[in-house]
Protein backbone atom coordinates (compact mmCIF):
# COMPACT_ATOMS: atom_id res chain seq x y z
CA UNK A 1 0.00 0.00 0.00
CA UNK A 2 3.14 2.36 -0.15
CA UNK A 3 3.29 5.05 -0.59
CA UNK A 4 -0.15 5.69 0.75
CA UNK A 5 1.22 3.45 4.36
CA UNK A 6 4.50 2.86 4.85
CA UNK A 7 5.99 -0.34 5.06
CA UNK A 8 6.23 -1.57 8.73
CA UNK A 9 4.01 1.28 10.52
CA UNK A 10 1.36 0.40 12.94
CA UNK A 11 -2.27 1.39 12.06
CA UNK A 12 -5.67 0.89 13.14
CA UNK A 13 -8.47 -0.88 11.41
CA UNK A 14 -11.91 -0.47 12.78
CA UNK A 15 -14.00 -3.19 13.20
CA UNK A 16 -17.52 -1.96 13.95
CA UNK A 17 -17.51 0.48 11.39
CA UNK A 18 -18.42 -2.12 8.65
CA UNK A 19 -20.90 -4.22 10.66
CA UNK A 20 -24.03 -2.34 9.45
CA UNK A 21 -23.16 -1.67 6.52
CA UNK A 22 -20.85 -2.63 3.19
CA UNK A 23 -17.57 -1.52 2.53
CA UNK A 24 -17.58 1.04 -0.25
CA UNK A 25 -15.31 1.71 -3.50
CA UNK A 26 -12.25 3.65 -2.44
CA UNK A 27 -11.54 2.52 1.13
CA UNK A 28 -8.75 0.83 2.52
CA UNK A 29 -9.94 -2.50 4.27
CA UNK A 30 -8.82 -5.38 6.13
CA UNK A 31 -9.07 -8.46 4.56
CA UNK A 32 -8.04 -11.76 6.97
CA UNK A 33 -6.31 -14.60 5.89
CA UNK A 34 -6.50 -17.94 7.97
CA UNK A 35 -7.37 -15.77 10.96
CA UNK A 36 -6.64 -11.89 12.05
CA UNK A 37 -2.86 -11.88 13.42
CA UNK A 38 -2.03 -11.77 9.51
CA UNK A 39 -4.35 -8.94 7.33
CA UNK A 40 -3.10 -7.82 3.85
CA UNK A 41 -4.72 -4.31 3.40
CA UNK A 42 -6.25 -3.54 0.19
CA UNK A 43 -8.19 -0.43 -1.93
CA UNK A 44 -11.54 -1.34 -2.54
CA UNK A 45 -11.71 0.36 -6.32
CA UNK A 46 -14.96 -2.37 -7.87
CA UNK A 47 -17.69 -4.42 -6.20
CA UNK A 48 -20.00 -7.00 -7.55
CA UNK A 49 -21.51 -6.56 -11.40
CA UNK A 50 -18.43 -4.41 -12.18
CA UNK A 51 -15.84 -4.69 -14.83
CA UNK A 52 -12.45 -3.97 -14.03
CA UNK A 53 -9.68 -3.07 -16.28
CA UNK A 54 -6.49 -1.94 -16.15
CA UNK A 55 -5.06 0.17 -19.62
CA UNK A 56 -1.74 1.29 -19.40
CA UNK A 57 -1.50 1.79 -15.55
CA UNK A 58 -5.29 3.58 -16.12
CA UNK A 59 -8.01 2.05 -14.12
CA UNK A 60 -11.27 1.68 -16.09
CA UNK A 61 -14.36 0.30 -14.31
CA UNK A 62 -17.25 -0.57 -16.90
CA UNK A 63 -15.39 0.92 -19.69
CA UNK A 64 -14.84 4.33 -17.63
CA UNK A 65 -11.66 5.68 -16.83
CA UNK A 66 -12.01 6.02 -13.25
CA UNK A 67 -9.48 8.95 -11.44
CA UNK A 68 -7.31 7.73 -8.72
CA UNK A 69 -5.56 10.76 -6.95
CA UNK A 70 -4.01 8.22 -4.35
CA UNK A 71 -1.77 6.62 -6.92
CA UNK A 72 1.48 8.55 -6.76
CA UNK A 73 3.35 6.63 -9.33
CA UNK A 74 1.60 5.65 -12.93
CA UNK A 75 2.46 2.01 -13.59
CA UNK A 76 2.28 0.39 -17.03
CA UNK A 77 -0.30 -1.85 -16.16
CA UNK A 78 -2.74 -4.43 -18.40
CA UNK A 79 -4.89 -6.50 -17.11
CA UNK A 80 -7.94 -7.60 -19.43
CA UNK A 81 -11.20 -7.08 -17.90
CA UNK A 82 -13.09 -9.15 -15.03
CA UNK A 83 -16.95 -9.32 -13.85
CA UNK A 84 -16.75 -9.12 -10.30
CA UNK A 85 -19.39 -11.71 -8.98
CA UNK A 86 -21.73 -11.45 -6.61
CA UNK A 87 -20.69 -11.03 -2.54
CA UNK A 88 -16.88 -10.27 -3.96
CA UNK A 89 -15.01 -6.87 -4.23
CA UNK A 90 -11.67 -6.17 -6.44
CA UNK A 91 -8.68 -4.69 -4.35
CA UNK A 92 -5.50 -3.35 -5.56
CA UNK A 93 -2.63 -1.79 -3.27
CA UNK A 94 -1.69 1.95 -4.11
CA UNK A 95 1.92 0.54 -5.12
CA UNK A 96 1.79 0.65 -8.87
CA UNK A 97 5.37 1.05 -9.14
CA UNK A 98 6.10 -2.77 -8.71
CA UNK A 99 5.10 -5.18 -12.32
CA UNK A 100 1.63 -6.55 -12.40
CA UNK A 101 2.87 -9.98 -11.70
CA UNK A 102 4.61 -9.20 -8.12
CA UNK A 103 1.62 -7.53 -7.21
CA UNK A 104 -1.29 -9.34 -4.82
CA UNK A 105 -4.52 -8.06 -6.41
CA UNK A 106 -7.36 -9.63 -7.15
CA UNK A 107 -11.48 -10.36 -5.97
CA UNK A 108 -11.87 -11.37 -2.54
CA UNK A 109 -14.93 -12.14 -0.75
CA UNK A 110 -16.79 -9.63 1.35
CA UNK A 111 -16.50 -12.02 3.98
CA UNK A 112 -13.02 -12.03 4.16
CA UNK A 113 -13.13 -8.11 5.04
CA UNK A 114 -12.43 -7.68 8.69
CA UNK A 115 -12.88 -3.36 8.76
CA UNK A 116 -11.89 -0.34 7.17
CA UNK A 117 -8.68 1.76 7.95
CA UNK A 118 -9.22 4.45 9.69
CA UNK A 119 -5.30 5.33 10.38
CA UNK B 1 -0.19 -27.82 59.66
CA UNK B 2 -2.76 -25.14 58.14
CA UNK B 3 0.53 -23.71 56.18
CA UNK B 4 1.40 -26.79 54.68
CA UNK B 5 -2.07 -27.73 53.88
CA UNK B 6 -2.47 -24.38 52.28
CA UNK B 7 1.00 -24.98 50.15
CA UNK B 8 -0.09 -28.02 49.52
CA UNK B 9 -3.65 -26.69 47.98
CA UNK B 10 -1.54 -23.82 45.58
CA UNK B 11 0.46 -26.55 44.37
CA UNK B 12 -1.76 -28.64 43.19
CA UNK B 13 -3.81 -25.69 41.71
CA UNK B 14 -0.86 -24.82 39.87
CA UNK B 15 0.05 -28.22 38.64
CA UNK B 16 -3.32 -28.28 37.51
CA UNK B 17 -3.35 -24.95 35.47
CA UNK B 18 0.64 -25.82 34.12
CA UNK B 19 -1.57 -28.88 33.15
CA UNK B 20 -4.21 -27.52 31.71
CA UNK B 21 -1.81 -25.05 29.78
CA UNK B 22 0.78 -27.25 28.64
CA UNK B 23 -0.60 -30.59 27.89
CA UNK B 24 0.27 -32.45 24.95
CA UNK B 25 -3.14 -32.28 22.75
CA UNK B 26 -3.29 -33.79 19.50
CA UNK B 27 -4.06 -29.80 18.29
CA UNK B 28 -0.67 -28.86 20.10
CA UNK B 29 1.65 -31.61 18.62
CA UNK B 30 -0.02 -30.34 15.43
CA UNK B 31 0.76 -26.80 15.52
CA UNK B 32 3.85 -27.36 16.84
CA UNK B 33 4.92 -29.49 14.37
CA UNK B 34 3.82 -27.36 11.69
CA UNK B 35 5.84 -24.10 13.39
CA UNK B 36 8.42 -26.55 13.17
CA UNK B 37 8.53 -26.99 9.78
CA UNK B 38 8.85 -23.53 9.57
CA UNK B 39 11.61 -23.15 11.22
CA UNK B 40 13.36 -26.31 9.12
CA UNK B 41 12.54 -24.02 6.08
CA UNK B 42 14.51 -20.79 7.47
CA UNK B 43 17.83 -20.28 6.21
CA UNK B 44 20.44 -17.52 7.13
CA UNK B 45 23.78 -16.56 5.74
CA UNK B 46 25.40 -19.00 8.26
CA UNK B 47 24.06 -21.96 6.60
CA UNK B 48 26.02 -24.01 4.68
CA UNK B 49 25.96 -26.52 2.01
CA UNK B 50 26.65 -29.21 4.13
CA UNK B 51 24.38 -28.08 6.70
CA UNK B 52 21.40 -28.07 4.21
CA UNK B 53 21.62 -31.28 2.95
CA UNK B 54 21.55 -32.35 6.56
CA UNK B 55 19.18 -30.60 7.32
CA UNK B 56 17.02 -32.03 3.79
CA UNK B 57 17.03 -35.05 5.48
CA UNK B 58 15.09 -33.78 8.30
CA UNK B 59 12.13 -33.97 6.19
CA UNK B 60 10.83 -36.89 7.29
CA UNK B 61 10.16 -35.70 10.53
CA UNK B 62 7.69 -33.40 9.22
CA UNK B 63 6.02 -34.98 5.80
CA UNK B 64 4.26 -38.61 4.86
CA UNK B 65 5.90 -40.40 2.17
CA UNK B 66 3.76 -38.64 -0.37
CA UNK B 67 2.24 -35.14 -0.04
CA UNK B 68 -0.45 -33.79 -2.25
CA UNK B 69 0.43 -30.36 -3.17
CA UNK B 70 -1.88 -27.37 -4.98
CA UNK B 71 -0.96 -23.39 -5.56
CA UNK B 72 -4.30 -22.35 -6.94
CA UNK B 73 -2.36 -18.95 -8.25
CA UNK B 74 0.38 -21.18 -9.99
CA UNK B 75 -2.24 -24.10 -11.61
CA UNK B 76 -0.33 -26.23 -9.66
CA UNK B 77 -1.62 -29.79 -8.35
CA UNK B 78 0.25 -32.96 -8.08
CA UNK B 79 1.64 -35.33 -5.96
CA UNK B 80 5.71 -35.67 -4.57
CA UNK B 81 7.33 -37.69 -2.74
CA UNK B 82 9.49 -37.16 0.24
CA UNK B 83 12.13 -37.41 -1.99
CA UNK B 84 11.17 -34.53 -4.02
CA UNK B 85 10.73 -32.64 -1.15
CA UNK B 86 13.97 -33.13 0.03
CA UNK B 87 15.51 -31.71 -3.48
CA UNK B 88 13.52 -29.19 -3.62
CA UNK B 89 14.65 -28.71 0.06
CA UNK B 90 18.48 -28.48 -1.26
CA UNK B 91 17.56 -27.07 -4.72
CA UNK B 92 15.83 -23.82 -2.93
CA UNK B 93 17.60 -23.03 -0.22
CA UNK B 94 21.15 -22.98 -2.78
CA UNK B 95 19.10 -20.51 -4.93
CA UNK B 96 18.37 -18.10 -1.96
CA UNK B 97 20.62 -16.40 0.66
CA UNK B 98 18.47 -15.65 3.27
CA UNK B 99 14.76 -17.34 3.53
CA UNK B 100 11.80 -17.66 6.24
CA UNK B 101 8.73 -18.67 6.69
CA UNK B 102 6.66 -17.54 9.68
CA UNK B 103 3.27 -19.72 10.52
CA UNK B 104 0.21 -17.69 12.47
CA UNK B 105 -3.07 -18.07 12.66
CA UNK B 106 -3.13 -21.63 12.91
CA UNK B 107 -6.12 -23.56 13.19
CA UNK B 108 -6.69 -27.52 13.89
CA UNK B 109 -9.41 -29.29 13.31
CA UNK B 110 -9.29 -33.33 14.06
CA UNK B 111 -11.34 -35.20 11.73
CA UNK B 112 -10.53 -38.76 13.27
CA UNK B 113 -7.64 -40.83 15.40
CA UNK B 114 -5.12 -40.66 12.23
CA UNK B 115 -6.74 -37.39 9.94
CA UNK B 116 -6.66 -33.83 11.16
CA UNK B 117 -6.72 -30.42 8.51
CA UNK B 118 -5.11 -27.36 9.76
CA UNK B 119 -5.75 -23.88 8.12
CA UNK B 120 -2.84 -20.97 8.90
CA UNK B 121 -1.28 -17.54 7.49
CA UNK B 122 2.03 -18.27 6.12
CA UNK B 123 4.31 -15.65 5.20
CA UNK B 124 7.33 -16.09 3.14
CA UNK B 125 10.57 -14.08 2.74
CA UNK B 126 13.77 -14.38 0.74
CA UNK B 127 17.33 -13.20 0.84
CA UNK B 128 17.91 -13.02 -3.29
CA UNK B 129 20.61 -14.70 -5.19
CA UNK B 130 19.27 -16.81 -8.79
CA UNK B 131 15.33 -15.53 -7.41
CA UNK B 132 14.48 -12.66 -6.87
CA UNK B 133 13.73 -10.89 -3.06
CA UNK B 134 10.03 -11.28 -2.05
CA UNK B 135 7.83 -10.87 0.55
CA UNK B 136 4.52 -13.30 0.19
CA UNK B 137 1.65 -13.33 2.47
CA UNK B 138 -0.37 -16.90 1.40
CA UNK B 139 -3.42 -18.67 3.30
CA UNK B 140 -2.52 -22.26 3.23
CA UNK B 141 -4.46 -25.44 4.41
CA UNK B 142 -2.50 -28.60 5.44
CA UNK B 143 -3.62 -32.31 5.65
CA UNK B 144 -1.66 -34.36 8.32
CA UNK B 145 -1.86 -38.13 8.90
CA UNK B 146 -0.96 -40.06 12.28
CA UNK B 147 1.67 -42.55 12.16
CA UNK B 148 3.58 -44.73 14.51
CA UNK B 149 6.02 -41.32 14.91
CA UNK B 150 3.57 -38.82 15.46
CA UNK B 151 1.57 -36.62 12.92
CA UNK B 152 3.10 -35.71 9.33
CA UNK B 153 2.02 -33.00 6.59
CA UNK B 154 0.35 -34.90 3.56
CA UNK B 155 -1.30 -32.62 2.08
CA UNK B 156 -0.32 -28.75 1.05
CA UNK B 157 -3.06 -26.00 -0.62
CA UNK B 158 -1.85 -22.80 -1.24
CA UNK B 159 -5.23 -20.66 -1.67
CA UNK B 160 -5.50 -18.18 -3.79
CA UNK B 161 -7.35 -15.35 -1.49
CA UNK B 162 -7.02 -12.40 -4.14
CA UNK B 163 -8.57 -14.09 -7.20
CA UNK B 164 -6.85 -12.45 -10.24
Request: aromatic content about 8%; some cysteine.
Amino acid sequence: MEPTLKDGSIHFICRMCLLFRSPKKGEVVGIRLSGTKVILLKRIIAKEGEKVEFKNGKLFINGSEIDEPYIKVRSDWNYEGKLIEKGMVFVVGDNRAVPIESHDFGEVSEERIVGKLIW
Amino acid sequence: MVNKKNILVVFTVISLILLFLFYPTEKRKIKRLLKNTAEWVRKTEEDTALSIALKSKRSRKYFSQKVFLKIERKEIEREITIEDIEKGYIFLMGSVVTFKATISDIKVEILNNFLAEANASVIVETGGKSIEELSSVNEVNFGLTKTDEGWRINKIVVKEVLEK
